[in-house]
């Protein structure tokens, strides 16, 4: 079960397609096994760039199945609705199913302290005794969420162990979290996400770890070892090797089918398909993504990690 010492990577998971946009549900199989192998302490479903509102509810019901039926690690389950019944009914399937817990993002339109606060109380009345994880990612909600107000999520709804923190800035604002729980507030895990952009730094201000879904996700176990080895020269060097490809997959409005390129290229998944409405790749963008995975490789060659 999901709780507040949660830490390490967990890798946001990609849901693949076919061709013709169905479900592959054999790639799920083997993009699981991958994410494992590289490195994943857990995994995290049917997020932003998992595509899940793509999805019907029952095609959602059956990538939780599939991935928690093979996953040996935590399954973290994206549950965000437009309305409470919604989120509350998959947020149960998830947990039947086997989830360690669900993620929920904040509607857009939120503006005032007082409606944030009133979302997650609701939120938390919804969900019962599930333990849930706070998404704070306002380039994408366009919702700010100030730290008082994440304490104050915190000091008084105890389902909510964690956060995944995706504001940008937002270094200060993990500071001002830690330093809050050292001075007596309850502490929460909190693992970072955008893309991994910027991950070393985010340990460094007391971050727990990683959750996102770069196109190399064994980037993260490899940075994050480092760090706890308390080798952050080395955590740099690697960064530095992934950074180019980071750079390149952070564009808006790009970074899911960069992504499933990479994923696709590496075997992870079958196919790099987004469903509609999304488009693919241009040649010219192809063959940029693929000279950038030309020269991590020999980065990363040089420093002993290939």
């Not at 039926?69 to 009914?89: D, E, L, Q, T, Y």
């Not at 070892?225 to 180019?244: G, K, L, S």
């Amino acid at each position: 079960m999901l709780d507040e010492t949660t830490s390490g990577v967990f890798t946001i998971a990609a849901t693949p397609f076919m061709p013709d946009g169905a479900l592959d549900l054999d790639s799920i199989d083997q993009m699981i096994d991958a994410y494992v192998e590289k490195g994943a302490n857990g995994l995290t479903i049917l997020g932003m760039m998992g595509e899940a509102g793509k999805l019907s509810a029952e095609e959602s019901v059956a990538v939780i199945k599939r991935t928690t039926s093979r996953c040996k690690v935590p399954v973290i389950v994206g549950v965000s609705a437009s309305g409470f019944a919604a989120m509350r009914a998959l947020g149960i399937e998830s947990m039947d199913a086997g989830a360690a817990g669900v993620m929920v993002a904040p509607p857009m339109g939120l503006q005032t302290n007082e409606e944030i606060f009133s979302y997650y109380h609701n939120t938390a009345n919804a969900l019962g005794d599930i333990p849930f994880v706070l998404q704070d990612f306002p380039l994408a909600t366009g919702v700010k969420i100030p730290t008082s107000v994440i304490l104050q999520i915190v000091e008084n709804l105890p389902t909510c162990v964690m956060l995944k923190h995706e504001d940008w800035p937002g270094l200060e604002k993990i500071t001002a979290l830690r330093e809050a729980s050292d001075a007596g507030a309850r502490r929460i895990s909190i693992l970072c996400g955008n893309g991994g952009m910027y991950l070393l730094e985010e340990l460094l201000r007391g971050a727990d770890g990683a959750m996102t879904g770069f196109g190399y996700p064994e980037m993260m176990r490899q940075v994050l070892d480092a760090y706890q080895t308390n080798e952050i020269v080395r955590a740099r060097d690697i960064f530095d090797a992934y950074m180019p490809m980071i750079r390149y997959e952070a564009q808006p409005g790009m970074g899911l089918a960069i992504r499933k390129h990479s994923l696709a290229q590496q075997g992870i998944i079958r196919h790099a398909t987004l469903r509609n409405p999304g488009a693919g790749l241009s040649a010219a963008a192809i063959a940029e993504v693929d000279i950038l995975a030309a020269r991590q490789q020999r980065r990363l060659s040089e420093l002993g990690i290939l």
